[in-house]
Structure formats: structure tokens, C-alpha cells
């Protein structure tokens, strides 16, 4: 596969019979050790599997031939869409050997199995069009000799009386397990890897199992083509055939469409304290960035967003941000995205892998990735923003080449940081208000340009002081880990660098945010508003959805942590009605790289980072206020939906459209 945002890497395996598999995996991210073992149970399982492995997607690189006859040969939209993605991959690509070290991985596979599926009546000697096939005896690997030997990384074997599914004791899976990209045990003199987690080899004996096998792509038959690989002239002719093609794309499903944006004349409005908002982009953060849009601009002036992606969502999620500020008429707010990685665990020589030690805590589905992605499919119903998250990109930023549009780049937080530093008037600080991780916070402090101290405060919306041993943190996912907060956890050492700053820092720690993230009680005060608005009603609809999916499913039982993150956006408007009481307290973030301490937030009497703690707020006056604040007509929506937007689309010509 090709290199991307991925911790995890996994052998692409085809199931030629029909059956259902039961999901034994569906609450949190799994394990490299599991996912391996996972594979194995499958290929072991008697199950009919052709392998396509690397190997043989390794002998079908996209060279200049296939790319430029696939530049010729876009008659249908899906044609046009492959090939825009594919030469975005070709645009972006991280050094010039884009044609020899991009392959059709995923496609040639695809191609591979409908030769299989089409040709199925002669199961005894498969033949397959696009590669030459062949059956082995293989098994997979999952740890690493001495096997037998107990480290403390095999989770299957280390500490346990009898090893876990029935494993041998000093098979092939009861050695050292790969601790992560960089594990020193894995690495030898020359820096080359030694460790084979996942290898499939090929063996004799009661570890083998007989798997059908590509091993490599077929030439094409016509040898005067420049297309050199079979598959390659079938994809472009089933891909441009008028067969079961898509009836329109984006601009003649919407002929009226126009990238129109919205930026607010405050003409001479004295605007008030600048603000910038660090969010993860769960489902919390969305309804805290509509309370940061309704607050007057005369008492805050949101001047950026900065997105953490290593919270809940992936870094493309920056979309529903730029769809929710056109609603809002906020276009002239520009979105910075962070790391998507937590501190020290990209892989320092090649960035766009690393670790997901800490991140692996983060659920998919249950909140987290694909709910979060979606905004719990709610996502759909925000009108379109023409600005989106892109990789297009440019020289003048450290590309190898344009892309088409490199205007259009999405801008890095510090970037943006840095364009927000610029443009503040003499003497003028700016006010963070941080909802999620601390990785990009930490990166604005240890930055070359040492703009911290243009900070005036930061609100932290995370983290929990334990009161008691029975007072329990939210890291559901990690069964070791009982006293840390999310935010915390899934990037501990920015937590840490945050701490042993010198920035004045508010904490709005986990306790204080369940003891107001009751939905029952906001969603009452939404409901009973004489007035509503666009912006009142796209939250009533989230939160409605968070507290039904909190009843119906265990799963979800921890929804109610998104309705406490709104605290922190409530506090910053700064109403006295809140009643609102500080504590001052001396702690430390534990950040010694153990799992179960990872996060923990460590109180002394007279050391470590002094903080201003919430202590206490008035729930009743926080759900008054969130509901008055959306419910205000002023700084309301100027798009509804995406229902009223189309409708704008599709006016007449001779209607008035909006204004750009």
C-alpha cells in the first residue's frame, strides 16, 4: 500500500467464498499484536484466501506511459475523479521517484479478484488474466526469535499461566512482539530491520496452510502497447466504459453552484480580545466553536482555528470546520492543521508514518474517527464551504512540484500562529482556548520564533485531579489507565511541556465538566426558547443524537463528556452569572511513557506548575447561557443548511444571488 497517515501496516487478503464473519472487534482501536494474530486466524482458518502481496503489487509500478494514456482517456466521471487523485498522489509525492516507487496496490488487487471471480468455474487450475498465480504453503508470522523467550512485549505470553487463544508456547508467535517503528530490538548496525511481526513466510508442517498466491503482474499480450502490464489497458477500459457510469458530479448535479464566501464588514466596530481556538474536532468541539461565533466580536474576536488531529477525528475533518463557519458567514477565519501525530512518534525519517501508541485509545465508531468524521452523519446537512482540506501544494513550500491549484494548501497551525501574531495591534496578546490534545500548544512553545509570550492565558478544556481513589478518569478504551483524562493521555508529553511552561493556564479539568454535561437538562433550555435559530437547531439536533445514542447503546455510554467540552467557550464570555469559584493548585503531568500512568495528573503542596482550577460553576446558569447564546438573532447564520443552499443554487440566472 502506499505510504500514508497509518500506524499500521496489513496484508491485502481476497475471500473467494461467500460467508459472514463475525465483528469480535468493534470498540476501540486493536493492537499490532492482535491485528497480526487476527490475519493469521484468518488465513489459518479454512477459509478459501488468495494473497496478493507486496511482492506482486511491487511488479506493477505506475510508470509515464500508463499515467499519460490515463491523462488521454477520462470519459466518465469516475474516470476523471481516479485520475485527479492519482495525480495529486504524482503532485505531492515526497521525492521524484514517484514512477518507480508508486504502485497499483489496491487496484491491481481488485483487478486480480475479479479475474478470480470470473473465472471461478475452473477452480483447479485458476487462471487468472492480470497475474501469474501459484499455490504456496505460507503461515504469518507474529513475533520475533528467540521465540519462548518472555521480554514483557508478548501480551499474549508475558505474565500469564497459559498463553491466550491456545498458542504454542515457543511457536512462532511467542517471542519478542515490535514495541513501535523505531523498537531497538528490531533494529541491527547497518539500520536495517530485523523483526518480522506480520512476515509471511512460506513453511513446511503443521504451521503451513495452502494459500493461492499472485506472483506477479502478466505483461500485456499486445507487445507493441506502451501500456507493459495486462491489467493496465483492462482498468482504463472498464473504468472509461458507459457501462454502470455516474450520472453527474458536483457542477452538473449543481449547474447554478458558484464559490461564493462570506466575510463580515465590521466596518468600525471596536472588535474585543483576540481569541484562538485549539480543537480535536469531536463532537464537543463543534458546538464550542458555535458558542465562540455567538459571542459579541466587541467582547471576542475569533481570529483562527488551530486543529489537533490526534483527538477523534482524522485531519480531513477540518472540512466540517470550514462547512460550519459558511453557515456561520465566517469565511475570513483561517484553519490551521496540526501534527497528526503525538510528539516524538512520527517516525523521524519519514514524517507521514508513526506511532500510534497513545492515539490507539481513540475509538472507531463510539464517538471517535468515523462518528467524529461524520459529525454523527450530521455533517451533510451544513452548506458547502468552497474552501476545503487539501493537499495541493506548492515549491514555495517545500514540494517537489505545483499542483494545479497551490493556492488552495491547507494552511499548517503554525503557520497560521504565525499569521495571527502578525496582525495583532501593538501591545495586544491573544487568549487559547484549547479543547483537545496539547501537541500543537507544545509546537508554538518549543518554535523557533518563540511566540509564546504574546500568550495571555490559555484555557485547557482536560485532564483530572482525583479526588479520591474511587474518582476515575474517562480513558475507557485503555482498561490500566484509571486516572488520566483524554486529552492527556493521547498526548502526555505536550502535556507535560504545557505544564512546565511559564504560560498563565486556567484548567477546566473532567470532573467539573461531568457535573454540568447532562443533556437531558441543556437540551430541556434549548427546547423551551421563545426564539430559535439555524445554529440553535443544528446543536439541539447533535446533542439529541449524542443523548439517544447514550440510551440505546453501551457503547456510548461516555457521550455526555462531549457536552461538558462547551465549558470552556462558556467560560471565556466571561458572565459572572456562572458563579463560577477558582482553586490554585501545584501539579504535574506524569509522562513517562507507561500506559497506565500516561496522562495522570500528579497535585503537590509546593511544587510543579501553579493553575488556576474550576472548581466550581452554576450548571443551570451554564445551560442558560449556551441556550441564550445560540438562540440570539445576532451573528446568526447566513446559510440554513445545505437544503437552503442548493435552493440558491439552483435559482434562475435572473434571481439574486448571494453576494460575494
Same mark, same amino acid.
Given at each position: 500500500?502506499?505510504?500514508?497517515?497509518?500506524?499500521?501496516?496489513?496484508?491485502?487478503?481476497?475471500?473467494?467464498?461467500?460467508?459472514?464473519?463475525?465483528?469480535?472487534?468493534?470498540?476501540?482501536?486493536?493492537?499490532?499484536?492482535?491485528?497480526?494474530?487476527?490475519?493469521?486466524?484468518?488465513?489459518?482458518?479454512?477459509?478459501?484466501?488468495?494473497?496478493?502481496?507486496?511482492?506482486?503489487?511491487?511488479?506493477?509500478?505506475?510508470?509515464?506511459?500508463?499515467?499519460?494514456?490515463?491523462?488521454?482517456?477520462?470519459?466518465?466521471?469516475?474516470?476523471?475523479?481516479?485520475?485527479?487523485?492519482?495525480?495529486?498522489?504524482?503532485?505531492?509525492?515526497?521525492?521524484?521517484?514517484?514512477?518507480?516507487?508508486?504502485?497499483?496496490?489496491?487496484?491491481?488487487?481488485?483487478?486480480?479478484?475479479?479475474?478470480?471471480?470470473?473465472?471461478?468455474?475452473?477452480?483447479?487450475?485458476?487462471?487468472?488474466?492480470?497475474?501469474?498465480?501459484?499455490?504456496?504453503?505460507?503461515?504469518?508470522?507474529?513475533?520475533?526469535?528467540?521465540?519462548?523467550?518472555?521480554?514483557?512485549?508478548?501480551p499474549f505470553f508475558d505474565g500469564l499461566k497459559a498463553p491466550k487463544f491456545n498458542l504454542s508456547k515457543n511457536g512462532v508467535h511467542s517471542g519478542h512482539?515490535?514495541?513501535?517503528?523505531?523498537?531497538?530490538?528490531?533494529?541491527?548496525?547497518?539500520?536495517?530491520?530485523?523483526?518480522?511481526?506480520?512476515?509471511?513466510?512460506?513453511?513446511?508442517?503443521?504451521?503451513?496452510?495452502?494459500?493461492?498466491?499472485?506472483?506477479?503482474?502478466?505483461?500485456?499480450?499486445?507487445?507493441?502497447?506502451?501500456?507493459?502490464?495486462?491489467?493496465?489497458?483492462?482498468?482504463?477500459?472498464?473504468?472509461?466504459?458507459?457501462?454502470?457510469?455516474?450520472?453527474?458530479?458536483?457542477?452538473?448535479?449543481?449547474?447554478?453552484?458558484?464559490?461564493?464566501?462570506?466575510?463580515?464588514?465590521?466596518?468600525?466596530?471596536?472588535?474585543?480580545?483576540?481569541?484562538?481556538?485549539?480543537?480535536?474536532?469531536?463532537?464537543?468541539?463543534?458546538?464550542?466553536?458555535?458558542?465562540?461565533?455567538?459571542?459579541?466580536?466587541?467582547?471576542?474576536?475569533?481570529?483562527?482555528?488551530?486543529?489537533?488531529?490526534?483527538?477523534?477525528?482524522?485531519?480531513?475533518?477540518?472540512?466540517?470546520?470550514?462547512?460550519?463557519?459558511?453557515?456561520?458567514?465566517?469565511?475570513?477565519?483561517?484553519?490551521?492543521?496540526?501534527?497528526?501525530?503525538?510528539?516524538?512518534?512520527?517516525?523521524?525519517?519519514? /514524517?507521514?508514518?508513526?506511532?500510534?501508541? @497513545?492515539?490507539?485509545?481513540? !475509538?472507531?465508531? +463510539?464517538?471517535?474517527?468515523? #462518528? =467524529?468524521?461524520?459529525?454523527?452523519?450530521?455533517?451533510?446537512?451544513?452548506?458547502?464551504?468552497?474552501?476545503?482540506?487539501?493537499?495541493?501544494?506548492?515549491?514555495?513550500?517545500?514540494?517537489?512540484?505545483?499542483?494545479?491549484?497551490?493556492?488552495?494548501?491547507?494552511?499548517?497551525?503554525?503557520?497560521?500562529?504565525?499569521?495571527?501574531?502578525k496582525t495583532l495591534d501593538p501591545g495586544s496578546k491573544v487568549t487559547i482556548l484549547t479543547n483537545g490534545p496539547l501537541t500543537t500548544l507544545a509546537s508554538?512553545?518549543?518554535?523557533?520564533?518563540?511566540?509564546?509570550?504574546?500568550?495571555?492565558?490559555?484555557?485547557?478544556?482536560?485532564?483530572?485531579?482525583?479526588?479520591?481513589?474511587?474518582?476515575?478518569?474517562?480513558?475507557?478504551?485503555?482498561? /490500566?489507565?484509571?486516572?488520566?483524562?483524554? @486529552?492527556?493521555?493521547?498526548? !502526555?508529553?505536550? +502535556?507535560?511541556?504545557?505544564? #512546565? =511552561?511559564?504560560?498563565?493556564?486556567?484548567?477546566?479539568?473532567?470532573?467539573?465538566?461531568?457535573?454540568?454535561?447532562?443533556?437531558?437538562?441543556?437540551?430541556?433550555?434549548?427546547?423551551?426558547?421563545?426564539?430559535?435559530?439555524?445554529?440553535?437547531?443544528?446543536?439541539?439536533?447533535?446533542?439529541?443524537?449524542?443523548?439517544?445514542?447514550?440510551?440505546?447503546?453501551?457503547?456510548?455510554?461516555?457521550?455526555?463528556?462531549?457536552?461538558?467540552?462547551?465549558?470552556?467557550?462558556?467560560?471565556?464570555?466571561?458572565?459572572?452569572?456562572?458563579?463560577?469559584?477558582?482553586?490554585?493548585?501545584?501539579?504535574?503531568?506524569?509522562?513517562?511513557?507507561?500506559?497506565?500512568?500516561?496522562?495522570?495528573?500528579?497535585?503537590?503542596?509546593?511544587?510543579?506548575?501553579?493553575?488556576?482550577?474550576?472548581?466550581?460553576?452554576?450548571?443551570?446558569?451554564?445551560?442558560?447561557?449556551f441556550a441564550e447564546r445560540l438562540s440570539d438573532s445576532k451573528q446568526s447564520a447566513v446559510l440554513a443548511s445545505f437544503e437552503e443552499q442548493k435552493k440558491?443554487?439552483?435559482?434562475?440566472?435572473?434571481?439574486?444571488?448571494?453576494?460575494?
Amino acid at each position: 500500500m502506499p505510504p500514508r497517515l497509518v500506524c499500521l501496516s496489513s496484508v491485502v487478503i481476497l475471500v473467494t467464498c461467500s460467508l459472514t464473519i463475525p465483528v469480535i472487534l468493534m470498540q476501540s482501536s486493536i493492537s499490532m499484536e492482535t491485528l497480526l494474530l487476527l490475519t493469521r486466524l484468518v488465513i489459518h482458518s479454512g477459509i478459501p484466501v488468495t494473497l496478493v502481496p507486496l511482492d506482486a503489487t511491487n511488479t506493477i509500478p505506475i510508470n509515464q506511459n500508463f499515467y499519460e494514456a490515463f491523462e488521454k482517456s477520462q470519459t466518465t466521471y469516475e474516470a476523471q475523479y481516479c485520475f485527479k487523485s492519482l495525480k495529486m498522489q504524482h503532485d505531492t509525492w515526497f521525492d521524484n521517484q514517484f514512477f518507480t516507487s508508486y504502485f497499483m496496490w489496491d487496484s491491481f488487487t481488485s483487478g486480480v479478484a475479479v479475474s478470480i471471480m470470473q473465472n471461478s468455474h475452473n477452480s483447479s487450475h485458476p487462471e487468472n488474466e492480470f497475474a501469474e498465480m501459484a499455490y504456496m504453503n505460507i503461515t504469518v508470522i507474529t513475533s520475533n526469535e528467540p521465540y519462548g523467550v518472555s521480554d514483557g512485549s508478548n501480551p499474549f505470553f508475558d505474565g500469564l499461566k497459559a498463553p491466550k487463544f491456545n498458542l504454542s508456547k515457543n511457536g512462532v508467535h511467542s517471542g519478542h512482539v515490535q514495541t513501535g517503528l523505531r523498537d531497538p530490538f528490531c533494529i541491527v548496525k547497518n539500520g536495517k530491520g530485523k523483526c518480522k511481526d506480520g512476515y509471511t513466510a512460506e513453511v513446511t508442517g503443521p504451521e503451513a496452510v495452502t494459500v493461492l498466491v499472485a506472483i506477479k503482474a502478466k505483461p500485456n499480450k499486445d507487445v507493441e502497447s506502451p501500456l507493459n502490464r495486462e491489467f493496465f489497458k483492462s482498468f482504463l477500459e472498464v473504468l472509461n466504459s458507459p457501462q454502470q457510469t455516474g450520472k453527474f458530479n458536483f457542477t452538473t448535479q449543481f449547474p447554478f453552484y458558484k464559490e461564493v464566501t462570506y466575510k463580515p464588514d465590521f466596518g468600525n466596530t471596536k472588535l474585543g480580545k483576540p481569541v484562538v481556538f485549539d480543537m480535536d474536532m469531536s463532537a464537543g468541539d463543534f458546538l464550542a466553536l458555535l458558542y465562540l461565533l455567538k459571542v459579541p466580536v466587541e467582547e471576542i474576536n475569533l481570529k483562527a482555528i488551530l486543529v489537533t488531529p490526534t483527538g477523534w477525528a482524522n485531519a480531513a475533518t477540518i472540512d466540517i470546520i470550514y462547512d460550519l463557519l459558511h453557515m456561520m458567514g465566517r469565511d475570513d477565519i483561517p484553519v490551521g492543521r496540526g501534527d497528526v501525530f503525538a510528539m516524538n512518534q512520527s517516525d523521524p525519517s519519514f /514524517s507521514v508514518v508513526g506511532d500510534c501508541k @497513545n492515539v490507539k485509545a481513540v !475509538p472507531h465508531g +463510539a464517538g471517535g474517527l468515523l #462518528d =467524529s468524521d461524520t459529525l454523527y452523519g450530521l455533517a451533510r446537512d451544513l452548506p458547502r464551504s468552497p474552501r476545503r482540506y487539501t493537499a495541493e501544494n506548492s515549491v514555495k513550500y517545500g514540494a517537489q512540484r505545483d499542483t494545479d491549484n497551490p493556492e488552495l494548501r491547507q494552511p499548517l497551525a503554525l503557520e497560521v500562529w504565525d499569521s495571527v501574531v502578525k496582525t495583532l495591534d501593538p501591545g495586544s496578546k491573544v487568549t487559547i482556548l484549547t479543547n483537545g490534545p496539547l501537541t500543537t500548544l507544545a509546537s508554538i512553545i518549543l518554535s523557533e520564533n518563540n511566540t509564546s509570550s504574546l500568550i495571555q492565558d490559555v484555557y485547557i478544556v482536560g485532564g483530572h485531579i482525583s479526588r479520591s481513589e474511587n474518582d476515575k478518569g474517562n480513558v475507557f478504551s485503555i482498561p /490500566s489507565s484509571e486516572y488520566a483524562e483524554f @486529552n492527556m493521555f493521547l498526548d !502526555p508529553l505536550a +502535556a507535560k511541556i504545557v505544564f #512546565d =511552561s511559564s504560560l498563565n493556564i486556567t484548567l477546566i479539568p473532567l470532573g467539573i465538566q461531568q457535573r454540568v454535561g447532562y443533556f437531558p437538562k441543556i437540551l430541556k433550555r434549548l427546547r423551551s426558547t421563545k426564539k430559535t435559530t439555524p445554529e440553535a437547531l443544528f446543536a439541539r439536533r447533535l446533542l439529541s443524537r449524542l443523548y439517544r445514542l447514550q440510551q440505546l447503546h453501551h457503547s456510548y455510554h461516555h457521550m455526555g463528556t462531549f457536552s461538558g467540552e462547551l465549558l470552556g467557550a462558556v467560560l471565556l464570555d466571561g458572565d459572572s452569572h456562572l458563579s463560577q469559584s477558582f482553586k490554585l493548585k501545584h501539579f504535574k503531568v506524569f509522562a513517562d511513557d507507561i500506559e497506565s500512568r500516561d496522562g495522570e495528573i500528579l497535585t503537590y503542596q509546593n511544587q510543579g506548575k501553579l493553575v488556576k482550577v474550576l472548581d466550581k460553576v452554576n450548571p443551570r446558569a451554564y445551560y442558560e447561557l449556551f441556550a441564550e447564546r445560540l438562540s440570539d438573532s445576532k451573528q446568526s447564520a447566513v446559510l440554513a443548511s445545505f437544503e437552503e443552499q442548493k435552493k440558491l443554487w439552483q435559482k434562475p440566472p435572473n434571481q439574486t444571488e448571494p453576494a460575494e
